[in-house]
Nanobody, 115 residues
Framework: QVQLVESGGGLVQAGGSLRLSCAAS????????MGWYRQAPGKQRELVAR???????NYADSVKGRFTISRDNAKNTVYLQMNNLKSEDTAVYYC?????????WGQGTQVTVSS
């Protein structure tokens, strides 16, 4: 059984920073992709950033240059450093783990950016 536990969400003013963390536990194959998605009210869930076990990364265009994803393979943990936050970043952020073809999701953490 794989579990993902997220932390680090909250309320921040525009221009501020937050760091999200997600720790995975259970039977995790070493070759996997970890990432962050977000879903704002009335919108579809979208990819924010992801990092492969090789260390390669992908970012949504809207967060490039402001967000940085990283991972600690020894701890099965992925981080999302979010800088220069904007009101449009307000959403529930979900951690994702992709192992082969199976997706696992965290419970979500709220990020609210006030303008």
């Amino acid at each position: 059984q794989v579990q993902l536990v997220e932390s680090g969400g909250g309320l921040v003013q525009a221009g501020g920073s937050l760091r999200l963390s997600c720790a995975a536990s259970g039977s995790i194959f070493s070759i996997n992709t970890m990432g962050w998605y977000r879903q704002a009210p009335g919108k579809q869930r979208e990819l924010v950033a992801r990092i492969f076990s090789t260390g390669s990364t992908n970012y949504a265009d809207s967060v490039k240059g402001r967000f940085t994803i990283s991972r600690d393979n020894a701890k099965n943990t992925v981080y999302l450093q979010m800088n220069n936050l904007k009101s449009e970043d307000t959403a529930v952020y979900y951690c994702n783990l992709l192992v082969l073809t199976k997706n696992y999701w965290g419970q979500g953490t709220q990020v609210t950016v006030s303008s």
